[in-house]
């Protein structure tokens, strides 16, 4: 029996709670953007179009109710690589639902499950009342259940499961880590910026600095030099246990670069940095299988 790290975490964590439909505190996407990110910088914002695609909400079923989610994927495609993009802190916004139609227009079937959906409606928050109500009451285990759930969805629905990927920003950066720790059927993982180690929870026991041995696909790791939360000494901590580990992952630190270089309608958005890790992630993607 695999070893993931939903089974690591039941003998550290409480059971998750028996909830009924009713205590999903989201069940719809928010449109737009999120509260705490405005204003958008609308001169570099990328938007894409949904021609010759098929876009929007879908109802992924988990254990206890439904999540909502966005999905993009070619209008007539088939037996599709898939493409998990896991939200940054500000949930499902229109960047995490753009991020998914450029995959879509690749050929990918890119779906964003909002992974907060129990918790809390971030949408209108403000930063400090986002992590405080809602973010650190999140559970990791239920975060790599949810994960799961939305690739048994992309299975049934014209998703090829055996191309697998995962690629995150931000929060869900670090969740690619967990989730390449997880699932042994992952072919490739792109974290963008995502936290390595630091302070742990009850409800988030482990970082990915602790959980490297266990990691079961080749992660791309895309880090910037100047990111105020994540300091350069830990990104070198974890370049070193994975060459420690012999796993075939890398980590790319961008010199002089900020934290959500990638976020193109925020003031941190470096173009050629991200630019350079949009093709990184594309060629790490076709190298590893899923294409």
């Known amino acids: 029996m695999q070893n993931t790290l939903h089974d690591e975490l039941k003998g550290l964590l409480p059971p998750l709670p028996e909830v009924t439909r009713r205590t999903f505190v989201v069940t719809s996407l928010t449109a737009g953007f999120a509260f705490a990110v405005e204003p958008i910088q609308s001169q570099t914002t990328i938007t894409t179009d949904t021609n010759g695609l098929i876009a929007g909400e879908v109802k992924i079923p988990a254990r206890d109710g439904e999540i909502p989610a966005y999905r993009a994927m070619p209008a007539k495609g088939r037996n599709l690589p898939v493409v998990l993009v896991v939200q940054e802190i500000f949930g499902v916004h229109e960047h995490i639902k753009d991020i998914c139609r450029r995959f879509a227009k690749l050929g990918y079937l890119a779906i964003s499950a909002e992974l907060y959906a129990r918790q809390g409606d971030v949408s209108k928050l403000p930063m400090g009342e986002i992590i405080s ?67 742990t929870t009850e409800l988030q026991p482990k970082n990915p600095l602790d959980l490297v041995a266990n990691i079961k696909a080749p992660v791309l790791g895309l880090y910037g030099g100047n990111d105020s939360g994540i300091p350069n000494n830990t990104v070198e901590q974890m370049q070193q246990a994975l060459r420690d580990n012999k796993k075939p992952s890398e980590i790319k630190l961008y010199p002089d670069t900020p934290h959500g270089f990638h976020a193109d309608y925020r003031p ?24």
């Open 133 to 199: 109500k809602v973010v650190s009451k999140v559970p990791d285990a239920q975060v790599m259940a949810d994960l799961d759930a939305t690739v048994a969805w992309a299975k049934k629905n014209n998703g090829n499961t055996n191309k697998l990927a995962v690629t995150g920003f931000c929060w869900g950066g670090r969740i690619v880590w967990l989730y390449a720790a997880h699932n042994p059927n992952l072919k490739a993982g792109v974290a963008w910026y995502g936290r390595l180690t630091g302070a």
């Open 268 to 291: 941190s958005y470096r173009k050629p940095q991200a630019e350079d890790g949009w093709k990184l992630l594309l060629d790490w993607f076709k190298k590893n299988g899923v294409a």
